[in-house]
């Protein structure tokens, strides 16, 4: 009869005690630097998507304090914070950090539209070649890769740390246009279209790339990202949730119909996986 209790109460014991579920692990994503930016809307709903697929409770969440990508990349890099960047790639970024090779972007982002003011419009009607760009100055991020790239293709780059000011600069006529990608331009272009416009004929390309990175030697959440990806690029998820954020924007971006400007990029890694066609956009 003693052992029959003690059963008795051992069972209603394990009945009554909370369950026991594996503490989530918390991935920090950096909040962008203005609150008008929508850029990390499909990031966030990518790598938190990839992530649902791993074996390991994942939790991703923005970091509170808004930040420069510059600052972001340094916090990654030091694990002060922030675990996931998805930012451009480049032979500097890869060395300082571990970058997951699969383009969430599809390239969209070396496909760059020039944003301009409504009042210099006939200038960019003329233009033929980027011979003819040469003559403008163009507005960048101060750290982005971009800067470099256009730079080293001989434009003329006017670059600053403020991504707000570089809409103020356009508008005052401090710079003649500020390139864009076509996952970017139309967003952007809702708050300032009071004076400013997407420039219709020409667009500027250039190979290259937006990763997910992490801290170098952070490889279980590396490859559970990639893991992540890659089922979601066989299942067909990832695609529509590409065409969901991108499908309209790049429509209406009508790059068939547009000169195309092609660049060298001097800072595309020599691992970019160029062959894989199906993580490309092609017009």
Not at 51 to 59: G, S, V, W
Not at 85 to 97: G, Q
Not at 107 to 113: D, E, N, Q, T
Not at 242 to 251: L, S
Request: net charge positive.
């Amino acid at each position: 009869m003693l052992f029959f209790r003690w059963r008795l109460f051992l069972l209603i014991a394990a009945l009554c005690a909370p369950s026991i579920v594996a503490a989530e692990v918390v991935v920090r994503y950096p909040r962008p630097e203005s609150a008008p930016d929508e850029r990390s809307y499909y990031p966030l709903r990518l790598l938190a998507m990839a992530l649902e697929r791993a074996d390991i409770a994942y939790r991703v969440e923005q970091h509170p304090v808004r930040m420069l990508q510059g600052r972001a990349l340094l916090r990654l890099e030091n694990g002060d914070g922030i675990d996931v960047v998805s930012t451009m790639t480049s032979t500097e970024r890869e060395a300082r950090l571990l970058p997951i090779r699969i383009p969430l972007d599809k390239g969209l982002i070396g496909w760059r539209l020039l944003l301009i003011n409504k009042t210099h419009a006939s200038t960019f009607n003329a233009l033929r070649s980027i011979n003819d760009l040469k003559r403008l100055t163009a507005g960048q991020g101060s750290d982005w890769p971009d800067t470099s790239i256009l730079r080293a293709n001989g434009l003329n780059v006017y670059g600053t740390s403020n991504y707000a000011a570089l809409f103020s600069m356009l508008e005052s006529e401090r710079i003649d246009y500020f390139p864009r990608s076509v996952t970017e331009i139309w967003a952007e272009l809702a708050l300032y279209q009071q004076r400013l416009a997407v420039e219709p004929s020409v667009v500027l390309h250039y190979p290259t790339a937006i990763y997910f990175f992490v801290r170098q030697g952070n490889t279980q959440l590396a490859a559970d990202i990639t893991d992540g990806l890659e089922k979601m690029i066989a299942d067909g998820s990832f695609e529509k949730l590409f065409q969901q954020y991108y499908g309209a924007t790049i429509r209406k971006a009508a790059l068939k119909e547009r000169r195309v400007f092609e660049l060298k990029n001097p800072l595309m890694p020599k691992d970019m996986p160029i062959g894989r066609k199906a993580l490309w956009f092609h017009e």
